[in-house]
């Protein structure tokens, strides 16, 4: 089969990678319909974080081709969207809901398991991790917005909910990427009153309004925190969803919270200096981590299909597999948000 190939820094490259079959009683192979170009890969591409050469992409949504054995409840022909890990979905850790942490399961693109960018994918513990869609002929707003719950929106709803927001909570997100954004959805979705994007873009500051965001916050570091202090009367947000992961962006979310409030973080943690001293002596809180994407996907995906959210808007360069290294280069160079493949038809 043709998929992307990781071949080291700003390498990426079509090749070819043996067809998946089924391993195990439990697996699924799926036709990957649409994927895309998750901020993480980014890293990855830079040469910031390594990654084995091989196989690449963790976000995909298609239809099932073939079973293992003990599959009951899925079939081929069945449209699924895949989270970015793999779940038994019976551990302990899993039925406590974090099953990006499940102990048996794994990540999709790695080098070694396939990636969601290419045209198969071979799904372990298929019942557990795969969400069947009901209905068929979906648009491409759909199929857009599905991809977003495979991994981009589930992050920026992890983040509001780490936070703990509340009905009524004044709410800062820090960073504009498609996980900032997808994170004003989250904090509106909890009944946040007053909704805070901090964005020098203007395009990204038009979409967090259309998400929810009730005011923009357009300058950075220090300039930014006196903003937010202005904006609440100096006394700092109630929660604050950190989307980026740097020294910058943690040091600013910790100085915009409020004592007794929270940071619900979701950005890649690539801190070199920031001190959990900043948070302790200001009573501010901090949770997050990997999105278990396969405990919100069922929840949001009801939020899709009534159109009470349309994650999809983050895709703003849309092209096909085999200009999937323009993809990388489109969000790399900032000209994208986030890079939708169209891969098959549904």
Same mark, same amino acid.
């Given at each position: 089969?043709?998929?992307?190939? @990781?071949?080291?820094?700003?390498?990426?490259?079509?090749?070819?990678?043996?067809?998946?079959?089924?391993?195990?009683?439990?697996?699924?192979? %799926?036709?990957? #319909?649409?994927?895309?170009?998750?901020?993480?890969?980014?890293?990855?591409?830079?040469?910031?974080?390594?990654?084995?050469? /091989?196989?690449? /992409?963790?976000? @995909?949504?298609? #239809?099932?081709?073939?079973? *293992?054995?003990?599959?009951?409840?899925?079939?081929?022909?069945?449209? $699924?969207?895949?989270?970015?890990?793999?779940?038994?979905?019976?551990?302990? $850790?899993?039925?406590?809901?974090?099953? &990006?942490?499940?102990?048996? *399961?794994?990540? @999709?693109?790695?080098?070694?398991?396939?990636? *969601?960018?290419?045209?198969?994918?071979? $799904?372990?513990?298929?019942?557990?991790?795969?969400?069947?869609?009901?209905?068929? +002929?979906?648009?491409?707003?759909?199929?857009?917005?599905?991809?977003?719950?495979?991994?981009?929106?589930?992050?920026?709803?992890?983040?509001?909910?780490?936070?703990?927001?509340?009905? +009524?909570?004044?709410?800062?997100?820090?960073?504009?990427?498609?996980?900032?954004?997808?994170?004003?959805?989250?904090?509106?979705?909890?009944?946040?009153?007053?909704?805070?994007?901090?964005?020098?873009?203007?395009?990204?500051?038009?979409?967090?309004?259309?998400?929810?965001?009730?005011?923009?916050?357009?300058?950075?570091?220090?300039?930014?925190?006196?903003?937010?202090?202005?904006?609440?009367?100096?006394?700092?947000?109630?929660?604050?969803?950190?989307?980026?992961?740097?020294?910058?962006?943690?040091?600013?979310?910790?100085?915009?919270?409020?004592?007794?409030?929270?940071?619900?973080?979701? *950005?890649?943690?690539?801190? /070199?200096? @920031?001190?959990?001293?900043?948070?302790?002596?200001?009573?501010?809180?901090?949770? /997050? +981590? %990997?999105?278990?994407?396969?405990?919100?996907?069922?929840?949001?995906?009801?939020?899709?299909?009534?159109?009470?959210?349309?994650?999809?808007?983050?895709?703003?360069? %849309?092209?096909?597999?085999?200009? #999937?290294?323009?993809?990388?280069?489109?969000?790399?160079?900032?000209?994208?948000?986030? &890079?939708?493949?169209? $891969? &098959? &038809?549904?």
């Amino acid at each position: 089969m043709r998929a992307a190939v @990781f071949n080291g820094e700003r390498n990426i490259k079509i090749g070819n990678r043996p067809d998946p079959v089924i391993r195990e009683p439990l697996d699924a192979i %799926v036709r990957v #319909v649409r994927a895309c170009v998750c901020g993480s890969d980014l890293w990855y591409y830079r040469g910031v974080n390594k990654h084995q050469i /091989g196989s690449i /992409g963790h976000e @995909f949504v298609g #239809v099932i081709e073939a079973v *293992g054995g003990e599959v009951n409840a899925l079939a081929p022909g069945d449209f $699924v969207i895949a989270p970015f890990t793999f779940s038994d979905g019976t551990c302990e $850790v899993c039925r406590t809901g974090f099953q &990006s942490n499940c102990p048996h *399961g794994g990540s @999709f693109g790695n080098g070694v398991s396939d990636g *969601g960018q290419g045209e198969r994918v071979r $799904v372990p513990f298929a019942e557990a991790t795969l969400v069947k869609v009901p209905g068929s +002929g979906f648009s491409d707003e759909q199929l857009a917005s599905f991809t977003a719950l495979s991994d981009v929106m589930c992050t920026g709803y992890h983040a509001a909910y780490s936070a703990a927001i509340q009905p +009524g909570d004044t709410v800062a997100i820090v960073g504009d990427g498609a996980v900032g954004l997808c994170a004003v959805i989250g904090a509106k979705k909890l009944d946040a009153a007053r909704i805070v994007a901090l964005s020098g873009h203007p395009e990204r500051q038009a979409m967090a309004k259309e998400f929810g965001a009730t005011d923009i916050v357009a300058v950075r570091d220090r300039q930014a925190v006196a903003a937010v202090m202005d904006l609440t009367g100096g006394v700092g947000v109630d929660r604050t969803l950190e989307c980026v992961g740097t020294d910058q962006s943690i040091g600013t979310a910790a100085n915009i919270t409020r004592p007794g409030g929270m940071i619900g973080a979701v *950005g890649f943690p690539l801190y /070199g200096e @920031f001190q959990y001293a900043t948070l302790f002596w200001r009573n501010v809180g901090i949770r /997050g +981590g %990997v999105a278990p994407a396969r405990q919100y996907i069922p929840e949001l995906l009801d939020d899709v299909l009534a159109e009470r959210i349309n994650p999809g808007r983050i895709f703003d360069y %849309v092209t096909d597999l085999d200009h #999937v290294a323009e993809a990388y280069a489109a969000m790399d160079e900032r000209r994208a948000i986030k &890079s939708l493949l169209k $891969v &098959s &038809s549904p």
